[in-house]
């Protein structure tokens, strides 16, 4: 067993063991030991007993995954980066228990923002997290560890939750493909909340194919028939017959139409020329059925506004306790979230709401009848430093802190999938990342071109580098790049 | 603990001034300084409903 080593990715991983080259035992085994690099990148805020392996002709067998420490895992309750276990959320989240009963084996539970607060990994409950790209470049959060942990190979794929941005945003400071699948898709049930009328349950992992099955395999079989279709029928047995094909699952329609905003209407968060450059490039190297519309997003302000009030009205619900207290129960951070949310007058939150489902529809109308993917900047300026946006540091800017979830609250608000994914890395080496939207309940188109774009560019090997390319120390070493029939 | 913090509250306007939100928060038991009252001010400007020339930005 000590010869063998982990694929690049999920799928890869399944495919050995389809084929017997390796065990699902052994798998776990692998990815347990993986998990013990994580001194050095500061994921982790508790390891699970590895569980025997179970049936091996399950979709997931052998496949262990580590997800943010804010979903209940059996009797577990998330400690959700907080000083303190807090209460509530007795029942197991559904979602956790549908990838456990696909086969997979949650290995251990990650770190965040407290509460889900923040936008950067800051936590003075928990360690500060290291980018695997960068150790000087932030972590973006709230799920900061499931980002880490999947950049570092400590885990092939994690369960996030995305209020603001909080799946998409560690995604592209760690490189990794991070899904915000459409609004309610997956069940929050067992999620401590944040802002129940924005949170979403999302993916990180190293590869589109993989999160395309990791989502299969989280929804019910009925829905997860409608979403995707093609994948839903890759257990073991078929993967044995017919892994060549797997690839065709994803299969990008030919008839495929882009729009690309960069515009931002704060001046601010407009991407640098560098980065807009790369964004372009990108969206005219497709092979697309008409020319890239380049437009600027209606009404955006009014979106993040919306989804501002909500989030700090909805927060400062979750935690009206804490605020009313004395004690320093709610670090700073999440306080400065929710406490707006005491003093924002009630019509506003009320008309907030009512007014998503025409907002959604203009949306769409405007843009999403004339484009099937919106293509947009996800850090306009790049992966900041730590020294930029840690708030207690000297070197903090609000701006460089308010620039990382620019680009991706307001799509919390419409409710619309998105899924972002490196397409270059900047003069330090740091990724750049595109945040591509489609219309609800489009996964399986958003998954594929990204999967597109992924094989052309690093075959079968993921979109995460090999850790003896990551600039920081380069572990574990038990990963290893092979290709796909 | 009450969890409809928005219909409990009620509050129809933007408070006019910090010392008025100040007195607005501890009403409802959330005691924040005089500073911290000036920032929330400066939040609630911001997100105010726009005026009639931002909401139709195209």
């Known amino acids: 067993m000590s010869d063998l080593t982990l694929p690049p990715t999920l799928t890869a991983l399944r495919l050995q063991c389809a084929n017997g080259e390796m065990t699902p035992p052994q798998a776990l085994a692998l990815q347990a030991e993986a998990l013990d690099h994580d001194a050095q990148w500061h994921a982790m805020t508790e390891r699970l007993p590895l569980e025997p392996?179970?049936?091996?002709?399950?979709?997931?067998?052998?496949?262990?995954?580590?997800?943010?420490?804010?979903f209940t895992i059996g009797d577990r309750r998330p400690r959700c980066g907080a000083s303190f276990t807090p209460a509530g959320q007795p029942t197991a989240s559904p979602v956790v228990q549908a990838l456990d009963h696909?086969?997979?084996?949650?290995?251990?539970?990650?770190?965040?923002?407290?509460?889900?607060?923040?936008?950067?990994?800051?936590?003075?409950?928990?360690?500060?997290?290291?980018?695997?790209?960068?150790?000087?470049?932030?972590?973006?959060?709230?799920?900061?560890?499931?980002?880490?942990?999947?950049?570092?190979?400590?885990?092939y794929g994690s369960?996030?939750?995305?209020?603001?941005?909080?799946?998409?945003?560690?995604?592209?400071?760690?490189?990794?493909?991070?899904?915000?699948?459409?609004?309610?898709?997956?069940?929050r049930t067992g999620c401590f909340p944040l802002s129940p009328n924005l949170d979403t349950v999302g993916l990180l992992t190293r590869s589109a194919m993989d999160a395309a099955q990791l989502l299969a395999n989280s929804l019910p079989p009925d829905v997860a028939q409608t979403v995707l279709p093609k994948l839903v029928r890759t257990d073991t047995a078929a993967l044995k017959t017919d892994g060549e094909r797997l690839h065709e699952s994803l299969a990008l329609p030919r008839s495929l139409r882009l729009s690309l905003a960069l515009d931002h209407p704060d001046a601010r968060f407009t991407p640098t020329a560098k980065h807009a450059q790369a964004l372009t490039d990108f969206a005219h190297s497709w092979p697309v059925a008409a020319p890239v519309?380049?437009?600027?997003?209606?009404?955006?302000?009014?979106?993040?506004?919306?989804?501002?009030?909500?989030?700090?009205?909805?927060?400062?619900?979750?935690?009206?306790?804490?605020?009313?207290?004395?004690?320093?129960s709610l670090g700073d951070i999440p306080r400065?979230?929710?406490?707006?949310?005491?003093?924002?007058?009630?019509?506003?939150y009320a008309q907030c709401l009512s007014q998503r489902a025409t907002l959604l529809q203009a949306f769409c109308d405007s843009h999403l009848t004339d484009s099937d993917i919106i293509l947009t900047p996800v850090l306009p300026h790049g992966v900041p430093d730590w020294d930029e946006v840690l708030t207690h540091s000297a070197g903090f800017k609000p701006s460089s802190l308010l620039g990382l979830f620019s680009w991706t609250a307001w799509v919390n608000y419409?409710?619309?999938?998105?899924?972002?994914?490196?397409?270059?890395?900047?003069?330090?080496?740091?990724?750049?990342?595109?945040?591509?939207?489609?219309?609800?309940?489009?996964?399986?188109?958003l998954l594929a071109f990204a999967y597109e774009y992924e094989v052309a560019h690093h075959g079968h090997c993921g979109f995460v580098p090999s850790p003896a390319a990551l600039s920081s120390a380069p572990l574990p070493s038990k990963f290893h790049h092979i290709a796909l029939p | 603990m009450s969890?409809?913090?928005?219909?409990?509250?009620?509050?129809?306007?933007?408070?006019s001034s910090a010392e008025h939100l100040l007195g607005w928060l501890a009403l409802q038991g959330v005691n924040?300084?005089?500073?911290?009252?000036?920032?929330?001010?400066?939040?609630?400007?911001?997100?105010?409903?726009a005026a009639p020339a931002q909401a139709s930005e195209q």
């Open chain 2, 32 to 49: 924040v300084d005089i500073a911290s009252a000036h920032r929330l001010m400066k939040t609630m400007v911001r997100l105010a409903p």
């Open chain 1, 293 to 328: 519309r380049q437009i600027r997003i209606s009404r955006q302000s009014e979106l993040a506004r919306c989804a501002s009030i909500l989030l700090h009205v909805d927060a400062a619900t979750t935690h009206y306790d804490a605020l009313r207290a004395t004690d320093d």
């Open chain 1, 414 to 445: 419409l409710g619309l999938p998105a899924v972002v994914f490196p397409i270059a890395r900047d003069e330090r080496g740091r990724p750049i990342c595109v945040q591509a939207i489609g219309r609800p309940h489009t996964e399986a188109l």
């Open chain 1, 336 to 348: 400065g979230v929710a406490l707006p949310g005491a003093a924002i007058p009630a019509p506003w």
């Open chain 1, 53 to 70: 392996a179970g049936d091996p002709t399950r979709p997931l067998a052998g496949v262990g995954l580590a997800h943010k420490d804010i």
């Open chain 2, 3 to 15: 969890k409809d913090l928005t219909s409990s509250t009620a509050s129809t306007a933007r408070p």
């Open chain 1, 102 to 155: 696909a086969g997979s084996s949650t290995l251990a539970m990650l770190g965040l923002a407290e509460f889900a607060g923040g936008v950067t990994g800051e936590n003075p409950n928990l360690p500060l997290p290291c980018n695997p790209c960068d150790s000087q470049a932030a972590v973006g959060g709230s799920s900061s560890g499931s980002a880490v942990a999947v950049a570092a190979g400590l885990c």
């Open chain 1, 159 to 187: 369960l996030g939750t995305d209020t603001a941005g909080s799946v998409r945003i560690p995604a592209a400071t760690c490189g990794v493909l991070g899904l915000l699948p459409t609004r309610e898709l997956l069940s």
